[in-house]
């Protein structure tokens, strides 16, 4: 089998007797707006708002994104556009005017920076308390940076290598990964560090390998994090995640890179050797699933016996409809993926442009899943990331006269908490966790003071 993925990364057949031909990785960030060709056509005016919100949000994209993913007739509203480019609404009138302003005068850079840089520490650049509660310490009570371990059985690891992306999505909950703020990064390049955590932590079974994208990393690097967890000492890391975005946004990383061959026999090697592999593979639109080269990346990594997992947010102007979310599930159980998370948007960056209300967020997931088979209803959802843990809404009902959200953890802080039901008072407005209120009278939700101890506690400590 080895000898058939080495040959088939330069030549993967596709349909109709077609081959994917390895291609250069062209990126382009802010610096190179006037560079991205199709934007000539737009007005001079939309390019200077791009170019104002790409000085707070993070922007970056690459030739296979423009080339082949964007629908260029139908911009501004093309999902995959709103995905990739930055819109004037993705910033305040208030934050925008500021910038605006400051390059109309043609201010300094330094005073361009320093302006962009308040504006994002109002954008709540960590949610759910991820740097204070969720990264671990070691004896002598220092902070384990790259390193997160906020549920029981799952650790989360950031290799520096692993930083960045082959192109950003603007309503990216880790856009401050991405600024060039080192004091916003999570992120370790010791490999020795995250083993030593790990034969500490017999109750871990999973290890997820997060960003940024660490399928922008050489597969050497890669397998230095990788391998030695195939020592009997870490038998009990079961499972192996590597969330990425490639599979969308530079499919060529499994077919015609330079390492792709050793990318895919690291794979079968872990999976032969007893781990379980899976790529949270994120998707966001059906028509991330749809070109030759995608597809033919599906097929090799399932060659390998890993297995693709799809999950994405549920976003305002990209995939805020039951339709795209069907054909989207649909689409992924056809090629092998295990449809896993509808995530809402997170409460960091740009979410008043991309947040969705939760009522209609519920709907939106009732009737995508009223339309699709029983293989499509692994995914989960619609489903809260917040600092207790994984909140999914269940549904909107009525107990005793009182219209409300039926609620249950997924994944919790405590594991006690997991798959308990509770109840909040029905808002049409709320966004988010934090905006809802306990039904019934209820002054505290059951799991409130218990949280707000571990808080004070994981405060103190990081104090």
């Not at 759910?128 to 997160?148: C, S, T, V």
């Not at 442009?353 to 995914?379: C, D, H, K």
């Not at 997991?418 to 934090?434: I, M």
Request: charged residues 25%; contains cysteine; negative net charge.
């Amino acid at each position: 089998m080895t000898a058939q993925l080495q040959t088939a990364a330069r030549q993967w057949p596709v349909a109709r007797g077609e081959v994917i031909a390895p291609q250069p990785f062209k990126v382009y960030t802010q610096r190179d707006l006037d560079r991205i060709a199709p934007l000539a056509a737009m007005s001079e005016e939309a390019r200077f708002e791009m170019k104002v919100v790409s000085t707070v949000l993070p922007f970056r994209v690459n030739q296979y994104v423009i080339d082949e993913l964007i629908d260029w007739d139908n911009t501004p509203a093309d999902p995959l556009f709103q995905l990739t480019f930055p819109q004037r609404g993705m910033l305040t009138e208030g934050h925008y005017e500021w910038i605006a302003e400051l390059y109309r005068r043609e201010a300094d850079k330094a005073e361009i920076d320093a302006a962009a840089q308040e504006i994002r520490l109002e954008l709540n650049p960590h949610p759910a308390d991820q740097m204070e509660m969720n990264m671990p310490r070691d004896e002598a009570g220092e902070r384990l940076d790259g390193i997160q371990h906020k549920y029981r059985e799952t650790v989360l690891f950031f290799p520096s290598q692993g930083q960045t992306c082959h192109s950003y999505c603007t309503f990216c909950f880790r856009w401050a990964q991405f600024v060039g703020d080192k004091a916003l990064r999570i992120a370790a390049s010791e490999a020795q560090r995250l083993h030593a955590y790990l034969r500490k932590q017999p109750a871990v079974t999973d290890l997820l390998f997060t960003g940024g994208d660490p399928m922008v990393m050489k597969t050497k690097h890669l397998a230095g994090y990788l391998e030695p967890l195939l020592a009997p000492e870490f038998e009990h890391i079961q499972t192996i995640r590597i969330g990425t975005k490639a599979l969308s946004f530079w499919p060529q990383r499994f077919l015609g890179a330079d390492d792709a061959d050793e990318l895919v026999r690291l794979l079968e090697r872990m999976v032969k050797a007893g781990k379980h592999v899976a790529l949270m593979a994120h998707y966001n639109h059906w028509r991330e699933l749809e070109t030759p080269a995608a597809r033919a990346a599906i097929r090799r990594i399932r060659d390998t016996g890993a297995v693709i997992r799809g999950q994405g947010p549920l976003i305002g102007h990209i995939n805020d409809d039951p339709a795209v979310w069907a054909r989207l599930w649909q689409t992924q159980v056809r090629l092998g993926i295990v449809p896993y998370y509808m995530f809402v948007e997170r409460d960091t960056g740009a979410r008043h442009y991309f947040e969705v209300p939760l009522a209609r967020a519920w709907e939106i997931y009732r009737e995508a899943m009223q339309q699709v088979s029983g293989l499509a209803r692994t995914a989960r959802g619609p489903s809260m990331s917040a600092s207790p843990g994984k909140v999914e809404i269940q549904g909107i009902t009525e107990v005793g006269g009182e219209k409300v959200f039926v609620l249950r953890f997924i994944q919790g802080r405590n594991p006690d908490w997991v798959q308990r039901p509770f109840f909040a008072r029905y808002d049409a407005e709320a966004t988010w966790l934090d905006h809802l209120r306990p039904a019934f009278g209820e002054e505290k939700w059951f799991w409130e003071d218990e949280y707000e101890a571990l808080r004070e506690d994981k405060l103190a400590v990081a104090a």
